[in-house]
């Protein structure tokens, strides 16, 4: 692979701007409705993406998949509505920042997070794709129940103010998390005789339930989503508070850069997703900081992780789908079911036969990141004025659009009764602090945790030191056991 | 002042109704179905057993009381509160007949009203709600959303 031709494949997708552009407002507007996943949009535009060139396809496809990981954050940041299961750990941080009168900072560290974090990885991917192909190949089901702990571990680090409440939450979560059938004989589980739930409970109504319709119910206590001083402070927004947020952006480049490579090694393992890696990168950001108690508060810290990390999912969800033909996910399937009408054949011959293709996917999305800085930066300052419609108006648009949003994913309309129900366990957990974020752990990672778990314990006949069996797995679990002990050990030399 | 800690015990109340449902559906599974989650479960009802042990230490040394009002509180805004959810529960069970359009502009209206919107924007923001809704869901994405009148008419 020669400079010319990298030179060459950049030059040929910047000429694709009239493609990249409308699918990156698509993709954004798509990003910010809970409920509209890229694979759907994917799915309902294949006869388009079907007609047209193979490069012209895969840059909408990806252009659109890149912009949807990185809206999902603006809700996420400015009602605590997550646009996507990857988004969720960005209201950690990013809400609370919102209510102290920062959302355009927040806004811009998202989008800085996002843009630098899926940049440098999609370029780190070019770079290393012969190894980072292999990656996936090394952790079986042993390794990726530790990767699933570490997620789950997020539950433990959320616990700070009343553990017992947190632990109580998590493992609630986790337990609905186990309803539907299960992994081996496909047996139904606790699904209260509704056929719908058999495949499990869906993410999206669980989302929109436990944080927009919650989120919609304790929001109508007060006249606006923000406090006096708050409002005062986005009543002023200026350029300059954009310019803050690409401050704190550049202060925090390493940040960006470590955070996205977790997500960038998740993303690469088929079946982990964005969601899992925003957790991770979270817990692991939390970990590693001087001030791991101003988490949760409303710090850069708190929003660059979960984003970048995110971000660094796309082109690592990619890598098993060209280098082995194994999709790392929905979207990446459909994305080569695109390739493989066009003729492809995946998996490393692509590269030899392809290169074109194979790399162009990757500088397709390179080229999407930096279209999508310029297109969406300048919207930072008039997004972040949102907080200021008053909750009389928003609470109802809220409710009652993300309830008709819930529909969307699977075209249930158990799914909009599901929300509902969603919305009243996630207001008493609000009002009584049983964390929602320990909740929507759970259900994202238990069917996950499970699934790997059985696959482990059925290769071993159910002797659990198979957990213990393989060198990289027995790494992983050191590294967990670190991340338990280390804070532990900090707060206790912070107290003597 | 007694803490008011009846509210504490309702997600662990519905958590270990949920756990006991749990046990009983799987109670004849293979051990592949149910061991993630007895593990699960099992953890889940010891917690909860110890949060209730913690509550009821509280009340035995009088330190607080089983009241709700946690879950009410403030009061002015109860009735907004279960008004959005009736109106929600109300949207959903007559979408059947409805449609998405029409019923997505009456629950609008009348979620704005008990909100106190007055004016106005009790019919300008339900019909553009409700306008915006139809459009992507029916016309660009033409999901399998219930038709209404409305749709029944523009189709």
């Given at each position: 692979?020669?400079?010319?031709?990298?030179?060459?494949?950049?030059a040929?997708?910047?000429?694709?701007?009239?493609?990249?552009?409308?699918?990156?407002?698509?993709?954004?507007?798509?990003?910010?409705?809970?409920?509209?996943?890229?694979?759907?949009?994917?799915?309902?535009?294949?006869?388009?993406?079907?007609?047209?060139?193979?490069?012209?396809?895969m840059?909408?496809?990806?252009?659109?998949?890149?912009?949807?990981?990185?809206?999902g954050?603006?809700?996420a940041?400015?009602?605590?509505?997550?646009?996507?299961?990857?988004?969720?750990?960005?209201t950690?941080?990013?809400?609370?920042?919102?209510?102290?009168?920062?959302?355009?900072?927040?806004?811009?560290?998202?989008?800085?997070?996002?843009?630098?974090?899926?940049?440098i990885?999609?370029?780190?991917?070019?770079?290393?794709?012969?190894?980072?192909s292999?990656?996936?190949?090394?952790?079986?089901?042993?390794?990726?129940?530790?990767?699933?702990?570490?997620?789950?571990?997020?539950?433990?680090?959320?616990?700070?103010?009343d553990?017992?409440?947190?632990l109580?939450?998590?493992?609630?979560?986790?337990?609905?998390?186990?309803i539907?059938?299960?992994?081996?004989?496909?047996?139904?589980?606790?699904?209260?005789?509704?056929?719908?739930?058999?495949?499990?409970?869906?993410?999206?109504?669980?989302?929109?339930?436990?944080?927009?319709?919650?989120?919609?119910?304790v929001?109508i206590?007060?006249?606006?989503?923000?406090?006096?001083s708050?409002?005062?402070?986005?009543?002023?927004?200026?350029?300059?508070d954009?310019?803050?947020?690409?401050?704190?952006?550049?202060q925090?480049?390493?940040?960006i850069v470590?955070?996205?490579?977790?997500?960038?090694?998740?993303?690469?393992?088929?079946?982990?997703?964005?969601s899992i890696?925003?957790?991770?990168?979270?817990?692991?950001s939390?970990?590693?900081?001087?001030?791991p108690?101003?988490?949760?508060?409303?710090?850069?810290e708190?929003?660059?992780?979960?984003?970048?990390?995110?971000?660094?999912?796309?082109?690592?969800?990619?890598?098993?789908?060209?280098?082995?033909?194994?999709?790392?996910?929905?979207?990446?399937?459909?994305?080569?079911?695109?390739?493989?009408?066009?003729?492809?054949?995946?998996?490393?011959?692509?590269?030899?036969?392809?290169?074109?293709?194979?790399?162009?996917?990757?500088?397709?999305?390179?080229?999407?990141?930096?279209?999508?800085?310029?297109?969406?930066l300048?919207?930072?300052?008039?997004?972040?004025?949102?907080v200021?419609?008053?909750?009389?108006?928003?609470?109802?648009?809220?409710?009652l659009?993300?309830?008709?949003?819930?529909?969307?994913e699977?075209?249930?309309?158990?799914?909009?009764?599901l929300?509902?129900?969603?919305?009243?366990?996630?207001y008493?957990?609000h009002?009584?602090?049983?964390?929602?974020?320990g909740?929507?752990?759970?259900?994202?990672?238990?069917?996950?945790?499970?699934?790997?778990?059985v696959?482990?314990?059925?290769?071993?006949?159910?002797?659990?030191?198979?957990l213990?069996?393989?060198?990289?797995?027995?790494?992983?679990?050191?590294?967990?056991?670190l991340?338990?002990?280390?804070?532990?050990?900090?707060?206790?030399?912070?107290r003597? | 002042?007694?803490?008011?800690?009846?509210?504490d015990?309702?997600?662990?109340?519905?958590?270990?109704?949920?756990?006991?449902?749990?046990?009983?559906?799987?109670?004849?599974?293979?051990?592949?179905?149910?061991?993630?989650?007895?593990?699960?479960?099992?953890?889940?009802?010891?917690?909860?057993?110890?949060?209730?042990?913690?509550?009821?230490?509280?009340l035995?040394?009088?330190?607080?009381?089983?009241?709700?009002a946690?879950?009410?509180?403030?009061?002015?805004?109860?009735?907004k509160?279960?008004?959005?959810?009736?109106?929600?529960?109300?949207?959903?069970?007559?979408?059947?007949?409805?449609?998405?359009?029409?019923?997505?502009?009456?629950?609008m209206?009348?979620?704005?009203?008990?909100?106190?919107?007055?004016?106005k924007?009790?019919?300008?923001?339900?019909?553009?709600?409700?306008g915006a809704?139809?459009?992507?869901?029916?016309?660009?994405?033409?999901?399998d959303?219930?038709?209404?009148?409305?749709?029944?008419?523009?189709?």
């Amino acid at each position: 692979m020669s400079w010319d031709f990298l030179l060459g494949q950049f030059a040929a997708q910047f000429g694709l701007w009239w493609v990249i552009l409308p699918a990156i407002l698509l993709g954004i507007v798509v990003g910010i409705l809970p409920g509209f996943s890229p694979q759907n949009t994917l799915i309902m535009l294949l006869p388009l993406t079907l007609a047209v060139p193979v490069e012209q396809a895969m840059a909408f496809m990806i252009s659109l998949y890149c912009a949807n990981h990185l809206a999902g954050g603006i809700p996420a940041i400015l009602v605590k509505i997550p646009g996507s299961g990857g988004a969720a750990a960005t209201t950690l941080d990013g809400y609370p920042m919102t209510q102290k009168g920062q959302a355009q900072q927040a806004l811009v560290l998202c989008f800085t997070a996002s843009v630098f974090g899926g940049l440098i990885t999609t370029l780190a991917t070019i770079a290393l794709l012969p190894w980072l192909s292999q990656i996936g190949l090394h952790l079986r089901s042993v390794e990726m129940v530790v990767v699933m702990l570490f997620g789950l571990t997020l539950i433990a680090v959320i616990a700070a103010k009343d553990t017992l409440k947190a632990l109580i939450a998590g493992f609630f979560g986790l337990l609905i998390g186990v309803i539907g059938t299960d992994h081996i004989y496909n047996t139904p589980r606790a699904t209260f005789g509704f056929l719908e739930l058999y495949d499990g409970v869906p993410l999206v109504p669980a989302l929109i339930g436990l944080f927009a319709i919650s989120e919609a119910l304790v929001m109508i206590e007060e006249k606006m989503i923000v406090g006096q001083s708050g409002r005062e402070r986005a009543l002023e927004a200026r350029w300059s508070d954009t310019v803050e947020g690409l401050r704190l952006s550049v202060q925090k480049w390493w940040h960006i850069v470590w955070t996205s490579f977790v997500g960038l090694f998740i993303g690469v393992v088929p079946g982990a997703g964005a969601s899992i890696a925003a957790f991770v990168a979270y817990q692991q950001s939390r970990l590693w900081s001087k001030n791991p108690e101003r988490y949760g508060t409303g710090i850069p810290e708190g929003v660059i992780a979960p984003e970048a990390a995110n971000n660094g999912v796309t082109s690592g969800t990619l890598v098993p789908t060209l280098a082995l033909g194994v999709p790392g996910g929905t979207t990446a399937a459909v994305m080569m079911i695109v390739l493989q009408y066009h003729g492809m054949v995946m998996g490393p011959r692509l590269f030899a036969t392809n290169p074109e293709v194979a790399y162009g996917v990757f500088i397709s999305m390179a080229v999407a990141y930096v279209f999508m800085i310029f297109t969406i930066l300048p919207l930072a300052r008039y997004m972040s004025r949102v907080v200021l419609i008053e909750t009389t108006y928003l609470a109802p648009v809220i409710i009652l659009v993300t309830i008709v949003a819930a529909f969307g994913e699977r075209q249930y309309l158990f799914d909009m009764s599901l929300a509902l129900v969603f919305g009243v366990i996630g207001y008493i957990a609000h009002k009584t602090n049983y964390h929602v974020t320990g909740i929507l752990i759970g259900i994202l990672l238990g069917p996950l945790f499970e699934q790997y778990l059985v696959r482990a314990l059925r290769i071993s006949q159910g002797d659990l030191t198979v957990l213990f069996s393989s060198t990289l797995g027995n790494i992983l679990w050191a590294f967990l056991v670190l991340s338990l002990v280390l804070p532990a050990v900090k707060g206790y030399r912070r107290r003597t | 002042m007694k803490r008011s800690r009846g509210a504490d015990l309702v997600i662990p109340a519905l958590a270990l109704g949920f756990a006991i449902y749990f046990f009983v559906s799987i109670a004849d599974l293979a051990w592949e179905a149910k061991a993630n989650g007895v593990v699960i479960g099992g953890v889940l009802v010891l917690l909860i057993a110890i949060q209730a042990a913690r509550i009821a230490l509280e009340l035995g040394r009088g330190k607080s009381d089983l009241s709700l009002a946690e879950l009410w509180e403030p009061r002015d805004v109860l009735g907004k509160r279960a008004g959005m959810v009736a109106i929600t529960v109300l949207f959903i069970a007559t979408l059947h007949w409805t449609g998405l359009t029409l019923g997505l502009l009456f629950a609008m209206a009348a979620a704005l009203w008990v909100m106190g919107a007055r004016g106005k924007v009790l019919v300008l923001l339900p019909l553009v709600v409700a306008g915006a809704a139809y459009l992507l869901f029916v016309v660009l994405l033409k999901t399998d959303i219930p038709h209404g009148p409305f749709e029944r008419l523009f189709s």
